[in-house]
Every structure is written in C-alpha cells, then in structure tokens.
C-alpha cells in the first residue's frame, strides 16, 4: 500500500508534491491518518512566520501577515466551506434546502458575515499571542483542527445521497484512521503543550461530538463544505483556548525549540 502522506499535504495545502499516479476515494479516507502531521507542518510555518514578522513589524501588522499566510497555505479551503456551509444553514427551511444552498458557489449574505467574523477572530487572537510573545504553542491550534475533521467524519454520516467529495471522506474513515490519527495528536499535543494540550484535545472532541449531533439534525449528515466548517470552528476555539491556559496555567510553559 503506498504511503498517502502527499494526498493529504497536497490536499490540506499549496505544498508542492510530485503525483504518484491516479487517486481513488480510498486513499483519500487513507490520507487523513496524515491530517494531524500536516497540521504540524503548517503549526510550525505559521510559528516561524511569526517569529520573523515579530523581528520586523509591529505587533499588529505581524498579525495580520501571519493572518495572510494561514490563508494563502491553504487556499482558503476551509473558509469556503465555511461561507457555504453558513449559507445553506441561514438560508434554508429544511435539509434539502440547505444542501442545495450548500452547493451554489454564490457567497451569501450569512456566509459573508460568517467569514468577516472568523477572520476577525483569528486576527485578534493572532494580536494576542504577538502581544504577549507566547511561543511556540501557536503550534497546536492546526494540528487539533484537522484532527477534528477526521473524528467528525468518523462520527457522521455522508449527507448527499448523490454522493460528492465528501463521501469518500465520511464512508472510507475507519477506526484504525482515527486510532492513528488520534495516538498523534495526542503526542503532539503532549509534545507541544503538554497537559494543555491534552485539555485542548479533549475539549475538540467535545465539540466534534456536539457538531456531529448539531449537523445530523440539521443537514441529515456532513459533507466536505461541513468538515472545512468544522476545521475553521476549531481554529476559532484551540486559538482561544490557548490563550486562556497561558492564564490559567502560567507556569506551565510551552515546549523550547532553542
């Protein structure tokens, strides 16, 4: 079996990686074992970035630039199925309603506001951590977020019965994917912010558990425009979150590169 390592980095990101040949619906479920890993890859770009932005600008232009990478890393992927997934949720009367608003490229009146207010959040989280100089527990925030989308995949069913990219996402997840994907991010997390991020950790899965419950009511399902949601929810709250345990746990550093 190959490795599917360069589906889920080419997948997740705008890193580059030579095609290995055609790819089906399985190793695509495959390739989000590797989902916690790529969030590391880009936990440690946006880190770095900060770090330089930090030696040159002032804190809120830092902010923003890092606010500029995390975007153009990922081609604002899950900020479109933010916008969709707000969209079909505002203005819908039913689940098929909403699915079929979903779909419409369109960018809505809930799903415009839906975007000004995560990158609102994640500009004024992003302040915060420049302000206070907080290190290299910025790390976690994308590792737990794509872990996310692999338990809220694990946990839902497929929502259109026409099928679509997400099918393969929801149907192909298997128990050993997320088992894999979980024993990672618990070591990250451990790694990165020890007891923090094991709390961080846990409290994703609570809310992946009370997304999955909120979407099979109101959608009948998932799909790939509700896993890229469930990814910008979670940068949201781990950003929060982390800023709230250096409160709350003061002495308890973050891990030291150098």
Request: aromatic share 12%.
């Amino acid at each position: 079996m190959r490795c599917t390592f360069p589906l889920a980095l080419t997948f997740l990101t705008v890193l580059p990686w030579r095609r290995l040949g055609e790819v089906g619906p399985g190793d695509l479920a495959r390739s989000m074992f590797w989902f916690p890993w790529v969030g590391v890859i880009l936990g440690l770009g946006f880190w770095g970035a900060l770090v330089g932005f930090q030696s040159i600008f002032p804190p809120a232009a830092a902010a923003a630039l890092l606010l500029s990478l995390t975007v153009l890393a990922t081609r604002g992927l899950h900020l479109d199925g933010l916008a969709d997934t707000v969209d079909g949720l505002g203005g819908g009367k039913n689940p098929q309603e909403r699915l079929a608003i979903m779909k419409d490229s369109r960018l809505g009146a809930f799903g415009a506001v839906s975007l000004f207010l995560a990158l609102l959040l994640k500009f004024a989280f992003f302040l915060a951590w420049t302000e206070k100089s907080l290190g290299p527990g910025l790390i976690l925030y994308p590792v737990l977020s794509r872990w996310g989308m692999i338990f809220l995949a694990y946990l839902s069913p497929y929502a259109r019965p026409e099928g679509g990219l997400g099918r393969a996402m929801t149907t192909g997840v298997t128990g050993r994917v997320l088992l894999g994907a979980t024993l990672s991010a618990v070591g990250l997390s451990l790694l990165v912010s020890r007891i923090s991020g094991l709390l961080l950790l846990a409290a994703a899965g609570l809310v992946v558990w009370l997304l999955s419950i909120y979407f099979q009511k109101r959608l009948g399902g998932i799909t790939g425009d509700v896993l890229g949601a469930a990814n910008e929810v979670l940068e949201i709250l781990v950003l929060m979150g982390l800023l709230l345990c250096s409160h709350l746990f003061p002495t308890v550093s973050y891990l030291q590169f150098f």
